[in-house]
């Protein structure tokens, strides 16, 4: 399976943006579906990730009420809306797909199996 990230760019403190991440080689169905970020001389952080079945969503602290996933099974796209942008917000966004996830393990990155290239978030103040 393959996860490929886009709509990453440059935006003012305020604005919003919205990545996508296209999954191909297998059907959106069989996967969790989140986000993680990782900004230069930080660790990894969770930001969002959409249950594969009953469309359960789980949201880092930092994003919570910002930031909302969601998924287009028709399109085999998870969308992450970005709103209310920070500087902090700053970072490389990754895509990831995990089969076993549960509750207690989406905000790990290791209980994801796929992992898409990134896209680069700037948020200017």
């Known amino acids: 399976v393959q996860l490929q990230a886009s709509g990453g760019g440059l935006v003012q403190a305020g604005g919003s943006l919205r990545l996508s991440c296209v999954v191909s080689?297998?059907?959106?169905?069989?996967?969790?579906l989140g986000w993680f970020r990782q900004a230069p001389g930080k660790e990894r952080e969770f930001v969002a990730t959409?249950?594969?079945?009953?469309?359960?969503?789980f949201y880092g602290d930092s994003v919570k009420g910002r930031f909302t996933i969601s998924r287009d099974s028709a399109k085999n796209t998870v969308y992450l809306q970005m709103n209310s942008l920070k500087p902090e917000d700053t970072a490389v966004y990754f895509c990831?797909?995990?089969?076993?996830?549960?509750?207690?393990?989406?905000?790990?990155?290791?209980?994801?199996?796929?992992w898409g290239q990134g896209t680069q978030v700037t948020v200017s103040s």
């Open positions: 990831a797909g995990g089969s076993t996830l549960i509750a207690s393990t989406v905000r790990r990155g290791s209980a994801y199996e796929h």
């Open positions: 080689g297998r059907t959106l169905q069989m996967y969790s």
């Open positions: 959409t249950f594969r079945s009953a469309g359960t969503t």
